[in-house]
Nanobody
């Protein structure tokens, strides 16, 4: 089982990036996938999550209306489209897998995820 996050980089404030999370060794559609981020000196924070099946999406408040999570099961990949990026979005972004479908109160809990990707750096700076 492996998750590979990619798509990070340096972008100016107001810019966009699309992160990808490619899954290997398991069928993506059978699992929910979450995106987390961790800035230096801060705890890992849940950014978004997409459920298996009905594809319900969850977002942290700061990501609502700017980020969109989606999945392409044919490519075994989950995406995080990030628009209107702000300097405070700067962090290492990780994708992770969870077996249970997320609910509002638990989707951002890192301990509910069993496999994690290696992370991709997102830097928002002018």
């Amino acid at each position: 089982v492996q998750l590979q996050a990619s798509g990070g980089g340096l972008v100016q404030p107001g810019g966009s990036l699309r992160l990808s999370c490619a899954a290997f060794g398991f069928t993506l559609d059978s699992y929910a996938i979450g995106w987390f981020r961790q800035a230096p000196g801060k705890e890992r924070e849940g950014v978004s999550c997409i459920s298996r099946g009905v594809r319900r999406a969850f977002y942290t408040n700061s990501a609502k209306d700017r980020f969109t999570i989606s999945r392409d099961n044919a490519k075994n990949t989950v995406y995080l489209q990030m628009n209107s990026l702000k300097p405070e979005d700067t962090a290492v972004y990780y994708c992770a897998r969870r077996s249970s479908n997320p609910i509002t109160s638990t989707w951002a809990r890192p301990s509910d995820y069993d496999y994690w990707g290696q992370g991709t750096q997102v830097t928002v700076s002018s």
